[in-house]
């Protein structure tokens, strides 16, 4: 028996989502092609994006399409940043603690390449944005190039308050961009209602293909494009579009889905129960209605993930491993915890495949793999040479 508690990570292709993108394999032609083969790959894109567009409240025009996430958000931090000093030096960019990976290292280059200021304003315990730390950042702000932040957080699920950090930005007369890849498919994400200036998604997080994301941009928002040759997408993102993967996209996009809200209560509540010593980690309202997190003390998070892969159930810890020496997520320590405490992370996350008796599996094997995790105790900090 296999459960699959892992959908942050990434969650099914949806049958619809993929007979599209099989179907629309067969199509030949470079939608950038006058020929008719090419406009019939050019329908099946502008199709996809069209779809895109309406699930996020967005004008077709603004959906950039992208190979993924990681890729919008780099265009999107590195993009803003660079148009921002055309006119003049405005190196910092204002971004939260405990931001995914591919906004901190995006803006870790830009400090160690192009001499960016990283002003990161503090979380609180739950994981919510310092929103009067945001607003003194934001108090003198002519050197200031972008705000950049999480719209929900990738590990503990916390939902940003969007609204009044886009107002307290373009108050400043700062753009603002958002990762929404967790957000996207779990709660609503309008980025017309928004205000923001730029809004990163993917695909393969809402059951369509690895591969392709987009950055939803605005019409008046400026960037710098991070690949050249063609001009393709408002001379933003050069390059052959991927018609079949758009097509699938927009069936993904289009698809909706039953709440796992309850489920994920029910499943937060037998954890609670079963492991009264657990501690459910972020917002405990305003957050992802598919995500449970938990730090279990005096467990290595990387020990209960192995035992419950071993019992058939996938979950994750949300935390990075370099060199085969556990590290501690960087989200918790955000958040206020010690290293020790943050090491006893595991991330349940539900999706559209997710069912009642994935719950139930995954609540009979966790006591057995707390158990043993916490006799085996915390894994040594250095490791162990010559052995």
């Known amino acids: 028996m296999s459960v699959y508690l892992d959908h942050a990570a990434t969650t099914p292709i949806l049958p619809e989502a993929l007979a599209a993108l099989t179907d629309a394999l067969g199509t030949v032609g470079n939608p950038s092609s006058i020929h008719s083969a090419g406009q019939r790959a050019k329908m099946l894109l502008e199709d996809g994006r069209a779809a895109v567009a309406r699930s996020l409240d967005a004008d077709t025009v603004e959906v950039v399409f992208t190979s993924g996430g990681t890729e919008s958000i780099n265009l999107a931090v590195k ?7 055309r006119d003049r030096a405005r190196p910092r960019i204002v971004v939260p603690a405990g931001e995914h990976h591919a906004t901190v290292d995006t803006v870790t280059w830009l400090e160690q390449h192009e001499g960016a200021v990283v002003d990161v304003v503090p979380l609180d315990g739950q994981g919510r944005v310092d929103l009067a730390g945001l607003e003194a950042r934001l108090a003198s702000a002519d050197d200031v190039a972008l705000v950049t932040f999480l719209w929900a957080n990738n590990e503990v699920g916390t939902i940003a308050p969007v609204s009044r950090i886009v107002e307290l930005a373009h108050a400043a007369g700062v753009p603002v961009h958002s990762d929404a890849v967790a957000a996207y498919g779990q709660v609503p994400v309008s980025f017309a209602a928004s205000g923001l200036d730029a809004l990163s998604v993917s695909a393969h997080k809402i059951g369509g293909p690895v591969g392709i994301g987009a950055l939803v941009l605005g019409r008046k928002a400026t ?3 991070l690949i050249h040759g063609g001009g393709q997408q408002r001379q933003v993102r050069s390059g052959t579009q991927d018609a079949p993967a758009a097509a699938a996209f927009g069936v ?8 796992v809200r309850a489920l994920r209560d ?6 609670l129960d079963a492991v009264p010593s657990a501690l459910l980690m972020g917002d405990p309202v ?7 997190h938990f730090t279990f003390p005096g467990c290595e998070g990387d020990s209960l993930l192995f035992l419950l892969d071993a019992a058939g159930v996938a979950v994750s810890t949300g935390s990075a491993c370099q060199a085969g020496v556990p590290e ?12 020790q405490d943050a090491r006893g ?4 996350t539900l999706g559209h495949t997710s069912t009642d008796a994935d719950v139930d599996a995954f609540l009979a094997a966790l ?3 707390v158990a043993r995790a916490g006799a085996a105790g915390m894994a040594s900090r250095e490791p162990l040479l010559g052995r």
């Open 252 to 259: 993904a996009a289009s698809t909706s889905h039953a709440s």
């Open 345 to 348: 992370a595991l991330r349940i």
């Open 79 to 85: 993009g803003l940043f660079w148009a921002r000093q």
């Open 328 to 339: 501690a997520s960087h989200v918790l320590l955000a958040m206020g915890l010690s290293e």
């Open 223 to 225: 960037v710098e494009p």
């Open 286 to 292: 305003d957050r992802l209605p598919g995500n449970a």
């Open 266 to 271: 029910r499943l937060v509540a037998g954890v």
């Open 367 to 369: 006591p057995d793999a």
